[in-house]
Every structure is written in C-alpha cells, then in structure tokens.
C-alpha cells in the first residue's frame, strides 16, 4: 500500500535504546517493512482504545482497526486463553466451537449468504474468492478499483494496484476509477458502474470471461467513498449481467465498522455473491474468511477440496465468537454511527474554521478527510504534518487516497463520545499548528 507518513530513516526524537532497536530491526527485517510516523512510536501495552509507550505516555488510539472490541479486550483474551489450554487442532475434526461460530455468524447476513469458509488472513480469503468465482464462472477476468488494495498473495497482490509501479498487476485484472464523490453532482452510481462497463467492454475485446467484480466497500486505500448508500446496485448488477460474480470486500467495513450496519454491503441495498472479512475478526487473533451463497459453494466443493491448516482452529473460533458477542452484546455497530456521526459533525464544524479543512467523507467509525492546498489542490503535506503533530499530542490517526493528502480516521468501535472530542481537539491544534 502506498505509505503516506512513513518513518523517513531520521530517528529524530528516538531515544537512544529505541534508535538501538530500530537498527537491530532494520538489520534483521530488511528494507521492505515500514514504520509509521517520522519518530516511530514503540508501543507496550494496549487497553480499550488507548496505547500506552515504555514510559507509561498513552496514546489515543484512532487508527487501529483490527482491535476493534478494545485493545487486549479481557473476552477475547480468557476465550484465546481458555481454549488454548483444552484443544487447538483443526477443522478435520468434528468440533462444536466452528459449528457454532458459524451459525453465529451466518446469522449476521442475508440467508442467501449460506456457507461460512475460513482463513488466516483476509488476503487468503480475496484468493480463496477469487478462485470460487474463477471456478463458478469459468471466467479469468478480475475487475478492481485504481487504488485498491486487497491483501499479499500472489494473485491477490495482482489486484492490489495501491502496492505502486513496482508491484505489476496480474494479467487478468481490469482497474476502473473509483467512485467519485457525490458533492460533485455526479450519478455515483452511473459513473462506476459505467468504469466496470468499459472493462468488460475490454475484456471482451481480449477474448477473456469476467469471473468477478471485487471492491472494497467503503474504498478505503482509494480515499474513502460511502456515500450515497446505494450506489454499488448498478455496478454489481453489470457484473452480473456479463456472467461474472460480484465480490464485497469487507475486511475493512465489516462487522459495525460502518454502523449501523454490521456489513458495508447493507448500506447498498443489495446482496454479494461474496462476502470476505479479516482484520477485526479475532480481534487480533489471526482469523479471516469469506461467506458466500450455497450455489457457488457447491460449485466449488465439487470441483475441489478445501482445507485451510490453521483457518477455522478451535482458538481462532473462540476467539472470533468472543469478539462477535462482544459487537453484539454492547451494540458496537449502533456505537459506530453514533459516535461517527458526532465526529462528522465535530470534522464538519473545523471545516467552517480551517481552510485546509475540505471534504468529510465515510459511515460509522471510518472517516476520511481531504485537506487542501488554499488553491483546492490535495494537500499531502499537510496531512503529513496533521498526522505527525498529533502523534506527538497523543492521538493516533493515518492518511491515505491518490494525492496522499486523506485523513484516515478508524478508531476502535469502542471509541466513546469523549474520545471523539479528545481527537476533535487535537485535531483542531494540529491544524492551528502546521
Ligand atoms: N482487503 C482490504 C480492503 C484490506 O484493507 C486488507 C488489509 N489492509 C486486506 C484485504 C488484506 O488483509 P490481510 O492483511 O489480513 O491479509
């Protein structure tokens, strides 16, 4: 993925043990990692939504994603615990904990969405999607968005085009721009799925059968584009009109993270041929997966067997069933419109006070924000120094999209009003500052 706001190899501000640790890292890491921040920040401990140094300084935590119940959140941490110390085989066995994780979690989505299938990652679970739609269509042709980043397998990273020039896309992957904002007065709707047209269009030309549409659903590394509810029906119906699947992606809009629905697909009124989701899954706990409609399951068993060492362990079920009656018990994914919308209100008013201050996007807990040169143009140095100052005032966010110049807000789904005004502050001083 594009990285925006990247340790630039100046350790300034590093105390001297940590510069010590950085350099063992580079020498045993190799160059292809990246660090956050111009002083990367070293982290011990997590609790809710906070991070906390060596020294004890905590950080607001409005970034992390995947911790989406709370750092070191005490369920998911007895659940790992109780069943790590009883059984972890595999799912070549019968046992209850994935039967149940998987009813639990089927009951989430549309019946048609019948069959519940589990990785590691949520880069396996887009491979693993793209080989049901592959096989179910007995298409090739995989249709992405220009910034789309979709995970690290081979076939995957091949329609991850926000990897950059040095990450040459697959030779069966079609891009189309992303969708656009609606404050320009476009048909959102139209214009995507007028992109997917012409690369079906294309493809035809070539001689190659599209086997599926995949998008993120709430285009996160794109930019972050939601609105308006509704607008991905026509594209995924042209999809389906050229015989080829529509896949959500969700590993980033799933589960409340876009409250609140629990899944971004709701927003759009419609129902995928394919679902993935990973990151908040397990809370941290490496568990990923896909559900998808019975049909193309079968389609898929029958033509192969599918076994997936570690995806679907007993802990990894544990884990993900702690998680998800945590969402469900406390109502996280009501929590994430709530509270996304006072952060929306709260960005919109710093908006009527700072002109970098541009257009507030996103739904729930994912917010993007564009800042602006005075001449309107995206401003990436700004957002660079937005997201460095307020590291060092204690809150942590991110940036991302085309230009570089996004705000990327996307705290913990257990953010609480409070900590939205801390961010609204902080955020308010950076603005002031740079
Ligand atoms: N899809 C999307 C939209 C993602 O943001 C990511 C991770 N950033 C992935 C897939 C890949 O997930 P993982 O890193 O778990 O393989």
Known sequence: MTMINAYDGAAAGLSAEDR????????????????????????????????????????????????????????????????????NTHTRYLHEGVVAYAEALLATFPAELANLMLTCTGSEANDLALRIARTVTGGRGLIVTELAYHGVTAAIAGASPSLGPGNPLGPDVWTVPAPVSPATGADVGRQFADGVSRALGDMRAKGVRPAAL?????????????????????????IRAAGGLFIADEVQAGFGRVGPQMWGFARHGLVPDIVTMGKPMGNGHPVAGLVVR????????????????????????????????????????????????????????????????????????????????????????????????????????????????????RPPLVFKPEHADILLGALSEALDAI
């Open 214 to 238: 995949l998008v993120d659903t709430i285009f996160s590394s794109d930019g972050v584009f939601a609105d308006p509810p509704g607008f991905l029906t026509e594209a995924a119906g042209r």
């Open 20 to 87: 010590a640790l950085l350099a063992r890292r580079e020498r045993v890491l190799g160059p292809a990692y990246r660090l956050f921040y111009e002083t990367p920040l070293h982290v011990v401990r997590g609790e809710g939504v906070w991070l906390y140094d060596k020294a004890g300084r905590r950080y607001l935590d409005a970034y992390n994603n995947v911790a989406s119940v709370g750092h070191s959140r005490p369920e998911v941490v007895e659940a790992i615990a109780a069943q790590a110390a009883v059984l």
């Open 294 to 409: 019975h049909e193309h399951a079968a389609a898929f068993g029958a033509a192969v067997r599918y076994f997936n060492t570690f995806g679907g362990n007993p802990v990894s079920c544990a884990a993900a069933m702690a998680v998800l009656k945590v969402i469900q018990g406390e109502r996280l994914a009501e929590n994430s419109g709530v509270v996304g919308d006072r952060l929306r209100a709260g960005l919109d008013a710093l908006r009527q006070r700072h002109s970098r201050v541009g257009e507030v996007r996103g739904a729930g807990l994912f917010i993007g924000v564009d800042l602006e040169r005075p001449s309107g143009e995206p401003a990436p140095e700004a957002a660079t120094a937005v997201v460095n100052h307020m590291r060092d005032a204690g809150v942590l966010i991110s940036a991302t999209g085309p230009g570089g110049n996004i705000l990327k807000i």
